[in-house]
């Protein structure tokens, strides 16, 4: 099971972009999906998240300006748009995974895709 995130790319400030990732593999449920960001120099922190019934979380500094949403494909999407510069760098997508047949829980991380928000 493993996810897989694209998306990212340049960006003008004020401008949009929408990160995607997918789950793959034998599963028999995702409780829950996010998407974190690493900015250069800095920790990673939570973006937003989605989790049962589709209840939404946002980090204070989205500020309205972002949407996560889910598919009935294994997929989470983070519609971006009103970019800032400070909104640069690499996001990861994040899932919590249950397994078929296993029924394992596994905490997956995608491989990141890169935002650049520059003029």
């Known amino acids: 099971v493993q996810l897989q995130a694209s998306g990212g790319g340049l960006v003008q400030p004020g401008g949009s972009l929408r990160l995607s990732c997918k789950a793959t593999?034998?599963?028999?449920?995702?409780?829950?999906m996010a998407w974190y960001r690493q900015a250069p120099g800095k920790q990673r922190e939570l973006v937003a998240d989605i989790g049962e019934g589709g209840v939404t979380n946002y980090a204070d500094f989205v500020g309205g300006r972002f949407v996560i949403s889910t598919d009935n494909q294994n997929r989470v999407h983070l519609q971006m748009n009103s970019l800032k510069p400070e909104d640069t760098g690499v996001y990861y997508c994040n899932a919590a995974v249950v397994t078929w047949p296993r029924r394992d829980r596994l905490d997956l991380w995608g491989q990141g895709t890169l935002v650049t928000v520059s003029s």
């Open positions: 593999g034998s599963i028999y449920a995702i409780n829950a």
